[in-house]
């Protein structure tokens, strides 16, 4: 079956194309609706010189006003041979929508953030401790027995080399929530419960959100801010104490890591990628 031309689009709903983008459905502010208009305006010009099937502009065009592109290609008629009406039957397809994650534009890019976050939802943390220092960790999902084999360590601190030449044993949760370095503190309403000034502080913030269900979770470009809400009145809050350390980071079940930094750019990628082959992007503002 030969490509909608032209011709066969300004008989068929493609003739919509050379509307502009409804920015009341979109919600996307003037010079990205520009963007995308000339976006638009591109595969038209794609279309007249048979280089692009229609359907797929058509397609692209609902998914970037988030409607259900297949509603409105249920039917595209054209012109055949010899003049003769025929029509043709998209084949089904996923209700796209854009941006990635389901997240606006206005909201910045913010999707992958709140999409690994989201997935912890509902979930209990447990095994909530105080590692090094200020750090504190919490467990989330089905525990996992984590083994880690004896190595060699070329570092000048014996007991550095000791420690590697060990063999850990440990219990870890589908996802490792580390709180890093930052300042963070718990609170029960506007209570304080525990923060990261003292060990004795730590522990207490431990013991009280252990067992707790995280419900919510937003990361505030503004200054760089992260608040975890827990179904029991539990609120974990965290701000940077410089401009460059990783606040937190999170360990997902596909060895994927999701890393926070005070400077306003996170990394996502595999845990044993090496520190310099790590890709810093942007995280805009709301």
């Known amino acids: 079956m030969r490509r909608l031309d032209n011709k066969d689009c300004d008989h068929s709903p493609l003739g919509d194309l050379s509307l502009p983008i409804d920015g009341a459905k979109t919600g996307w502010n003037p010079p990205l609706l520009r963007l995308a208009n000339l976006g638009i305006s591109w595969l038209r010009r794609q279309m007249v010189f048979d280089r692009w099937n229609p359907r797929m502009a058509l397609a692209l065009r609902a998914a970037l ?12 008629t054209g012109c055949g041979a010899g003049g003769r009406q025929q029509t043709r039957i998209a084949v089904p397809a996923p209700n796209w929508r854009w941006p990635p994650c389901g997240v606006r534009h206005r909201e910045g890019f913010m999707g992958r953030i709140r999409l690994a976050l989201r997935r912890l939802y509902g979930l209990p943390c447990w095994n909530v401790e105080r590692g090094y220092g200020s750090f504190l960790t919490l467990e989330f999902g089905r525990p996992n027995l ?7 360590s070329t570092s000048k601190l014996k007991r550095v080399r000791n420690l590697a030449a060990r063999r850990l044993v440990y219990v870890r949760g589908d ?4 709180i890093y370095c930052c300042d963070w503190a718990v609170l029960e309403g506007s209570r304080l419960v525990g923060d990261s000034d003292s060990k004795r502080r730590i522990d207490r913030a431990a013991r009280f959100l252990n067992g707790q269900k995280l419900v919510s979770a937003r990361l505030i470009p503004r200054g760089m801010r992260s608040v975890f809400e827990f179904d029991l009145g539990g609120r974990l809050q965290t701000q940077p104490f410089d401009r460059s350390s990783e606040q937190w980071l999170l360990y997902e079940p596909n060895g994927n890591v999701l890393n926070v930094r005070a400077d306003r750019r996170y990394s996502y990628g595999p845990g044993d990628r090496h520190p310099d082959r790590q890709r810093w992007l942007r995280i805009n503002t709301f």
């Open 146 to 152: 984590r083994v880690r084999e004896p190595r060699e």
């Open 65 to 76: 006003e988030g409607v259900d592109w297949t509603d409105n290609l249920a039917n595209v």
């Open 175 to 178: 996802w490792h929530l580390w």
